[in-house]
């Protein structure tokens, strides 16, 4: 993640330039599920993870097994069956993730439009994360960026008025499907 950059100061006339170092070193992925069900709190579950070194890493971002591990934790945390609405990340189309999706029972998958991330409640987390957390933060080693990306969202996992919020900011609304007597 690119420490995000809140505020800057510069002479009238001259472009501030924020050096950041270590950029091609080494790459922090995120990847989180925000949980909404009728009558309980909102969760939010993620899981950091740190790539190696450039030259040394072959996939630099979440692969289809770090999802489906995460689909696998998410079920056994909340004992029930996942309503699973992603974004068009091209791993979430993966067919092997895919597969695993549908011999599992226990997930429905359905996609947001494509460029439509206003409609993802778990980029409303990101951005909170980037302003609030990460903004004029210089991280003294890798070590201490992945601590920090493990506090934060531990904080806002304790407020779900916090996570619900993300999903009203969308716009979208959960509806209880009613079952109709015969």
């Given at each position: 993640m690119t420490p995000p950059?809140?505020?800057?100061?510069?002479?009238?006339?001259?472009?501030p330039l924020v050096h950041v170092r270590g950029r091609t070193q080494r790459r922090f992925s995120i990847a989180a599920l925000t949980c909404y069900k009728h009558g309980e709190r909102s969760r939010l579950i993620f899981r950091p993870k740190r790539h190696g070194a450039h030259k040394e890493a072959k996939r630099r971002s979440f692969t289809w097994t770090d999802y489906r591990g995460l689909l696998i934790a998410a079920h056994h945390q909340l004992g029930a069956p996942i309503v699973l609405i992603r974004d068009n990340l091209n791993v979430h189309k993966?067919?092997?993730?895919?597969?695993?999706?549908?011999?599992?029972?226990?997930?429905t998958t359905h996609y947001l439009p494509p460029h439509a991330p206003d409609l993802n409640p778990v980029e409303g987390i990101w951005s909170l994360l980037r302003r609030r957390?990460?903004?004029?933060?210089?991280?003294?080693?890798?070590?201490?960026l992945l601590a920090a990306l493990r506090r934060r969202p531990r904080q806002i996992q304790y407020h779900s008025d916090?996570?619900?919020s993300c999903l009203t900011a969308t716009g979208l609304s959960l509806t209880a499907s009613r079952r109709q007597s015969q």
């Open positions: 950059t809140r505020r800057t100061w510069a002479r009238r006339g001259h472009t993966d067919a092997r993730l895919r597969a695993f999706v549908d011999s599992h029972g226990w997930i957390c990460q903004a004029n933060t210089a991280f003294t080693d890798p070590d201490h916090i996570i619900d």
